[in-house]
């Protein structure tokens, strides 16, 4: 699953070395299909639309959630089980 891994050149990484920098969850939502597995995983930075697809809590782009340090493993857990591969963490 490397392709799912953070998206970043700089070190970034699951051993706890990217909570020194930003780092945002996108949500691809044209692969999503809503059942919110994240949202519960996330629950403190995701909530859900209507339809039950994710969306950020408390950011201007609803597809681009920042992740605090704390919840980084997380939302890798988010990004590797999500049953269709919507999701993936970016640094910023
Ligand atoms: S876990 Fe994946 S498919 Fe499920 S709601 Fe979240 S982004 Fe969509």
Same mark, same amino acid.
């Given at each position: 699953?490397?392709?799912?891994?953070?998206?970043?050149?700089?070190?970034?990484? !699951?051993? /706890?070395?990217?909570?020194?920098?930003?780092?945002?969850?996108?949500?691809?939502?044209?692969?999503?299909?809503?059942?919110?597995?994240?949202?519960?995983?996330?629950? =403190?930075?995701?909530?859900?639309?209507?339809? /039950?697809?994710?969306?950020? !809590?408390?950011? =201007?782009?609803?597809?681009?959630?920042?992740?605090?340090?704390?919840?980084?493993?997380?939302?890798? =857990?988010?990004?590797?089980?999500?049953? !269709?591969?919507?999701?993936?963490?970016?640094?910023?």
């Amino acid at each position: 699953m490397a392709a799912r891994r953070l998206e970043s050149t700089s070190g970034a990484s !699951r051993d /706890g070395t990217a909570g020194r920098m930003p780092v945002r969850l996108h949500i691809d939502w044209t692969r999503c299909d809503g059942r919110g597995l994240c949202t519960e995983l996330l629950a =403190d930075q995701l909530t859900r639309d209507e339809w /039950g697809y994710p969306l950020a !809590r408390r950011a =201007d782009d609803a597809s681009n959630v920042p992740i605090p340090a704390a919840q980084l493993d997380a939302a890798h =857990d988010a990004v590797a089980l999500c049953p !269709r591969q919507a999701l993936r963490l970016v640094a910023e």
